[in-house]
């Protein structure tokens, strides 16, 4: 049960704005959807605060939950209160030391005028590498630890997206052969939830997975949408998963009274 | 640096559908921002697949980060990956036992046709209690585990809400006497972040707390929106202190060539 196979992957996203909540965490769902498609199982997603051993805590976490790839978005700016890379630091045991590579990075986009908050964006954990970021100032990190690939990227949703596009992707893509992914959506009207649900304990014989969601009523008759996917070390063999639980599933709700369409793909 | 004070929430977010990137977690910004205007320190957010190990591990890890209160959202419903109940169960090394008070809720809102699927809802860790859910089925829990006030509620953002305000924030306020807390937000225009940050980071040793997000710029000059919060034994000190912090970035941040002014409150 959980989540289908694949490299365990993990999210750490550092900011207290994100726990006091004046800032809901879309950069999580989009990195997870992308992971996703890569053919990671996204495991575990650690939202922490502005805090140095809050920082070193989530590293160490995800990296113990068995993660080979962990993608951070957050705290990587220059002020006081952007610390990232060294709480990955302390989580690892090494000095943050000034990455020459990185310097050059920050001081191209300040053209030379160089302050300590803007160095500081050029302090890495010793042995990490700096990621171009196109859009703004602060470089992304990429270092290996313990059997996990960690990348850091900045909390901007636009920065992040463009730095995993242009090196995260490629990297994993260079590393990992993901197995092939399908899915399926089917909306089935008349019978609720808790009826439904032998049903879809019963599809998971099949090889995929099944998840069921509530969607109110429509005239009367409880509304469900059941979400279906499967991996496979082939797309055909992903496919063929869905293809045999989607009619397992129309015909045992069909048989409890339920209309059932497929609404995508 | 990091929160202010107040005792430590930790947030638990299950579900599968929040890894993959399928549904975005505005509960946590929504429990979040609830338990922050509380006065509790939201000192992280653990979101975890339907899994009993994660499930179980995440609620272990809450505690052990030295959460006083755990508020969980998903997994609470019918099918087979609910599962929050039997994580939290596992973690706390206690059977799951069927509760008549729970039972008679569940049984209530189907009009006594319960199947299994249903009276699984009912099945609480050893030592729990159910919590009315007004608008839906399945019940919530509430449970003390090592020093930590559990709860745990249903995923759907309405169902959680209306638990948190009828059951959860009673039950908080009942227990802790929060500290106020008090904020304002300042627009600066003409400094980049860079440049503010040393002043930002000497504001902060007027016992506020203050956060910089670049906003991009306006007419070429950058403009910065600062948060300044800070809490207090009564609420007077806390106002006092943020007023104090505005009047010293405004003055600082305008010796720099900043045009600084209040939007908020």
């Known amino acids: 049960m959980g989540l289908a196979a694949g ?3 993990f999210l750490v996203s550092v900011g207290n704005e994100l726990l006091i909540g004046r800032v809901v965490n879309t950069n999580a769902a989009w990195l997870g959807r992308r992971l ?4 990671f199982a996204v ?7 502005d805090d140095l051993d809050s920082i070193a805590w989530a590293f160490t976490a995800a990296v113990e ?18 610390m990232t890379a060294e709480g990955l630091a302390r989580a690892m045991g090494v000095d943050l030391v000034l990455d020459e590579e990185a310097l050059r990075m920050v001081s191209e986009k300040y053209r030379g005028e160089l302050t300590e908050s803007r160095v500081k964006m050029a302090r890495l954990p010793r042995g990490a590498r700096p990621i171009a970021n196109p859009l703004g100032t602060a470089p992304g990190v990429e270092v290996e630890w313990r059997g996990a690939l960690i990348f850091l990227l900045p909390g901007v949703p636009a920065e992040a997206e463009a730095m995993f596009a242009s090196h995260v992707e490629p990297r994993l893509r260079s590393l990992w052969q993901p197995a092939c992914r399908a899915e399926a959506v089917l909306r089935s ?9 032998p049903v879809v304990r019963e599809a998971l014989k099949l090889g995929v997975y099944v998840k069921s969601h509530p969607r109110g009523a429509e005239l009367g008759a409880p509304l469900l ?14 496919r063929e998963k869905v ?3 989607v009619r397992f599933l129309a015909e045992e709700l069909g048989r409890l009274g339920a209309r059932v369409e497929r609404v995508a793909p």
């Open 7 to 9: 490299p365990r992957a």
């Open 36 to 39: 996703t498609e890569l053919g």
């Open 43 to 49: 495991a575990g997603c650690i939202v922490v605060p």
């Open 65 to 82: 939950r068995g993660a080979r790839v962990v993608v951070s978005t957050g705290g990587l700016g220059p002020t006081y209160d952007d």
């Open 189 to 197: 009207l008349g019978v609720p939830e808790s009826v439904a649900a």
């Open 225 to 238: 949408e059941l979400h279906v996917t499967a991996q496979g070390g082939s797309c055909e063999e992903a």
């Open 243 to 245: 293809e045999r639980a």
